[in-house]
């Protein structure tokens, strides 16, 4: 990317650091309760079709909220209302993916920023669920072995982007629905977290300052994403539990600047000083 200098052997330093970290559970890994992985509604059994059911409908609406607040709410709904999460249910009991009752019901109910969105995908994801994989998300996620594929699979579905897709398609092979090969194909599910991480720890840097001047951390996430891969591969590391580890320091650190238990503290510009007063602004984001 022009005006940006890659620094490839930091990404690798940093990949492995959040690596073992993530499994050694320092500071901020301690707790990984927050993770998507250990979301499970009560009274429901681990790899069950309830739980596949939760995943398939809460995943692609995790973007633009809080994830913990979205979950919290994602669980008690589905305790609440369990059927708002059973395929043939939601196509006898509303009229289409533009029923107010549905947008009520969905979006509303789990405080999604676009609530009408969050309608429209429930329906139009459950008649394709219903269509092509007999009402079972445990059909999808074993659609195929190959990791490359199982992705594109879930990403024909409304929401699954890079980001969700990938969540979930990490959240699925961690929790033993799907056994994949060719992993390391994969792109991270990189969000705005993991971009500005990368230039608080130097993996980045713009030409004109330690950070973009615009604050604009998004149009890295492309970057960003193939640097982290290309570490993860070279260190033969999956790139699964730097994703979540990554994700943990970034809701759980960064963003309340929580940095004296982020194991990459002494890697971080926020913290050294470097890069002054601008980074420590934007962590406030
Ligand atoms: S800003 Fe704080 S929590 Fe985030 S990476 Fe730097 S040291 Fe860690």
């Known amino acids: 990317m022009n005006g ?17 970290a993530f499994r050694n559970r320092e500071g901020l890994l301690t707790n990984v309760d ?23 409908y809460v995943v692609p609406n995790d973007h633009g909220v809080k994830s913990s607040r979205l979950y919290t709410r994602a669980k008690a709904l589905f305790c609440a209302r369990p059927l708002l999460f059973e395929p ?23 405080g999604t920023r676009y609530p009408k969105e969050t309608a429209k995908g429930w329906y139009r994801n459950t008649v394709r669920l219903v269509d092509e994989y007999d009402a079972d998300p445990r059909r999808l996620f074993t659609s195929s072995s190959d990791a490359t594929v199982l ?19 990490r959240a699925l092979v961690g929790l033993g629905f799907a056994a ?12 705005i ?47 699964l539990d730097v994703d979540r580890a990554l994700w943990l320091i ?3 650190g960064c963003a309340v600047r929580d940095c004296g238990r982020c194991p990459i503290a002494d890697l971080c510009r926020a913290t050294s000083g470097f890069g002054g007063a601008g980074i420590q602004e934007q962590l406030s984001l």
Request: hydrophobic share 40%; proline share 4%; with cysteine.
């Open 4 to 20: 940006t200098s890659v620094d490839r052997l930091r990404a690798r330093t940093v990949v492995r650091r959040v690596s073992e």
């Open 34 to 56: 927050d993770l998507v992985e250990n979301q499970l509604p009560s009274g429901v059994g681990k790899r069950s079709r309830e739980h596949a059911l939760f995943l398939f």
């Open 88 to 110: 043939l249910e939601i196509l006898g009991e509303f009229n289409g993916p533009d029923d107010d009752r549905l947008v009520e019901a969905t979006g509303v109910a789990l």
């Open 151 to 169: 992705l594109r699979h879930i990403q024909g579905f409304r929401g699954y982007g890079p980001k969700t897709g990938g969540m979930l398609l």
């Open 180 to 191: 994949v090969n060719r992993l390391g194909q994969v792109a991270l599910p990189v969000d």
């Open 193 to 239: 977290h993991d971009s500005r991480i990368s230039f608080f720890t130097g993996i980045l840097t713009c030409s004109d300052g330690d950070a973009p001047e615009d604050g604009d951390y998004y149009r890295f996430v492309p970057v960003v994403q193939q640097v982290l891969l290309e570490a993860c591969n070279t260190l033969r590391i999956s790139w």
């Open 250 to 252: 970034g809701s759980k």
